[in-house]
């Protein structure tokens, strides 16, 4: 595998500051080199934050991230960074979790992309938020996101 393909990231490899907020977090990507072969994609972050856009309170959650790629690749570290810049950001937690997954879907242009967003209760409820691009490809497999239901002590 050549090396040109990451040539042009700027953030692996060294120091890189937390974005002030999603909107202004880079992405980047590298071409896919198993482009061709239909595979799938997992990226889990439990311990996501971000803030209620009324009090001004953490909220926390489990994402899980599923695609199957087209012709690019997401790197991590701008993951994380772009997750990362929610946490002084507020939002409902739907508006987080469909955000995040239309911003990959735009920037990849993926075969296919769901996000789980499973939100930890706050005022008692539990909100578990689920966005997809429609239906997954047949010839891949693609694993239950094996978050449980909230069940609070138990």
């Known amino acids: 595998m050549s090396s040109s393909i990451y040539e042009n990231l700027q953030q692996l490899g060294g120091q890189t500051a937390l974005p002030d907020s999603p909107e202004t977090a880079v992405l980047e990507r590298v071409e896919n080199p198993q482009t061709g ?16 856009p009324m009090t001004g309170q953490p909220d926390f959650a489990h994402l899980v991230i599923d695609y199957v790629p087209g012709a690019w690749l997401v790197e991590s570290k701008s993951l994380k960074l772009y997750l990362g810049a929610f946490r002084n950001h507020g939002a409902f937690h739907e508006d987080c979790t469909v955000s995040i997954g239309k911003r990959l879907v735009d920037f990849l242009s993926p075969q296919w992309l769901r996000i789980g967003g499973y939100w930890y209760p706050r005022g008692g409820i539990p909100i578990d938020v689920f966005y997809q691009t429609g239906p997954a490809p047949q010839d891949c497999w ?9 069940r609070g002590r138990g």
């Not at 072969?37 to 209620?52: G, K, N, Q």
């Open 37 to 52: 072969t239909t595979y799938a994609v997992r990226f889990t972050a439990p311990e996501f934050t971000s803030l209620c």
């Open 142 to 150: 693609i694993p239950d996101q094996g978050v449980p239901s909230y």
